[in-house]
T-cell receptor
Framework: NAGVTQTPKFRVLKTGQSMTLLCAQDMNHEYMYWYRQDPGMGLRLIHYSVGEGTTAKGEVPDGYNVSRLKKQNFLLGLESAAPSQTSVYFC????????????FGPGTRLTVL | AQSVTQLGSHVSVSEGALVLLRCNYSSSVPPYLFWYVQYPNQGLQLLLKYTSAATLVKGINGFEAEFKKSETSFHLTKPSAHMSDAAEYFC?????????FGAGTTVTVRA
């Protein structure tokens, strides 16, 4: 039981490049989330999904897109990376409802030059 | 909108001393509150959660938190700090879909 896994662990991009971060969970959770963590700002929600085929905007969605084609996977895309998107990205999942505990992946450290 | 405020971005304690991390919440409905811990270079893991069943909530690693409606607070405590408690701690409040996190409090433990 791997829990929540994230791919890749580290990535360096140049401004304007695109990339996709992959999150996978093997706990049959309905809800999945993408956060970014920046010093002194806690975790801020980018997008979330309450089930396969659904997505919704969080607090800081601009510049990101997501897809949830399969229940176990939640993809985060950056179409044209900017230095302001340099951050640590965390994926999380919960069984159902935001009121249940979330399980977090190990994070992806992204640097945009 | 629901939100939490963590008072103090850094806390330094001696090994064996009380750890007290402060969190105040704002919510128009009975809140669901959480404390998470993040060790260096890791993801967050749940310490404890409040879901209105009891005002004093016990979590992992000897931590506990007390819900005080009159003070809109959910402070985290541990009677005796251990070196392994050095980490960043986040308070969070949830609505039906998602969590909103505080800015975090970094705990350092002095030998």
């Amino acid at each position: 039981n791997a829990g929540v896994t994230q791919t890749p662990k580290f990535r360096v991009l140049k401004t304007g490049q695109s990339m996709t971060l992959l999150c996978a969970q093997d706990m049959n959770h309905e809800y999945m989330y993408w956060y970014r963590q920046d010093p002194g700002m806690g975790l801020r929600l980018i997008h979330y999904s309450v089930g396969e085929g659904t997505t919704a905007k969080g607090e800081v969605p601009d510049g990101y897109n997501v897809s949830r084609l399969k229940k176990q996977n939640f993809l985060l895309g950056l179409e044209s990376a900017a230095p302001s998107q340099t951050s640590v990205y965390f994926c999380a999942s919960s069984l159902a409802s935001g009121r249940m505990a979330q399980f977090f992946g190990p994070g992806t450290r992204l640097t945009v030059l | 909108a629901q939100s939490v405020t963590q008072l103090g971005s850094h806390v330094s304690v001696s090994e064996g001393a009380l750890v007290l991390l402060r969190c105040n919440y704002s919510s128009s409905v009975p809140p669901y509150l959480f404390w998470y811990v993040q060790y260096p270079n890791q993801g967050l893991q749940l310490l404890l959660k409040y879901t209105s069943a009891a005002t004093l909530v016990k979590g992992i690693n000897g931590f506990e938190a007390e819900f005080k409606k009159s003070e809109t607070s959910f402070h985290l405590t541990k009677p005796s700090a251990h070196m392994s408690d050095a980490a960043e701690y986040f308070c969070a409040v949830s609505d039906i879909y998602k969590l909103s996190f505080g800015a975090g409090t970094t705990v350092t433990v002095r030998a």
